[in-house]
């Protein structure tokens, strides 16, 4: 069974799955005594599981606040959300995090007279690299609700298209609040 999704499935240069090796730490079999990426791969475990060995053993008390640190790291990690691909001429390519872009679009929703943006959902287009649709919801005076609606579709697609590099693919506005200047 593997430990995590990372390491299942990732093989070595000689096709050896890694959890093999891991699997097989005290009784190599030929190929793993022979392979230069097999021993190695093993001797790397092997300080793996020796470090773990002694962290488990510390019996000393967590310093004050690490709980508090690494629920803000984990936090951090749930809001970014999903990587969205950029489309790219170069290798390698380009990735921007779905809460990134809502930060932009939100921001193009603001700058239009009477507008406020609230909730703002991406998602990416999986058959479509560099496609998004965006759910978003925005409170709007009422004095500039005429031609609202299309001032912020305006912003956003110059937005998503000029300043992020996407396409909008679908664009779905919900006017939630309409308030008094």
């Known amino acids: 069974m593997a ?23 005290d ?42 640190r690494i629920m803000s790291a984990v936090r951090a990690e749930v809001r970014r959300g999903d990587l969205v691909e ?3 001429a170069e290798p390698g390519g380009a990735r921007i995090s779905e809460a990134a872009i809502a930060a932009v679009l939100r921001f193009a929703a603001d700058q239009v007279p009477g507008v406020r943006a609230r909730r703002c959902r991406i998602h990416a287009i999986e058959d479509d690299p560099g496609a998004i649709e965006v759910r978003m919801t925005i409170a709007v ?8 609606l299309d001032r912020i579709r305006e912003r956003i697609e110059a937005a998503a298209t000029g300043r992020i590099g996407v396409r ?9 609040d309409v308030y008094q200047p």
């Open 141 to 148: 005076s009422y004095r500039h609700f005429a031609g609202a």
């Open 3 to 25: 430990v995590n999704q990372t390491t299942e499935g990732y093989e070595l240069p000689c096709g050896r799955d890694v959890e093999t090796v891991w699997a097989r730490l």
């Open 86 to 88: 950029l489309p790219s």
């Open 27 to 68: 009784e190599t079999d030929a190929h793993q005594r022979d392979c230069p990426h097999c021993t190695a791969a093993r001797q790397s475990l092997l300080v793996l599981r020796s470090l773990t060995e002694v962290m488990t053993a510390d019996e000393s008390a967590p310093s004050p606040g690490l709980t508090g």
């Open 168 to 176: 909008l693919a679908r664009l779905d506005l919900t006017v939630d």
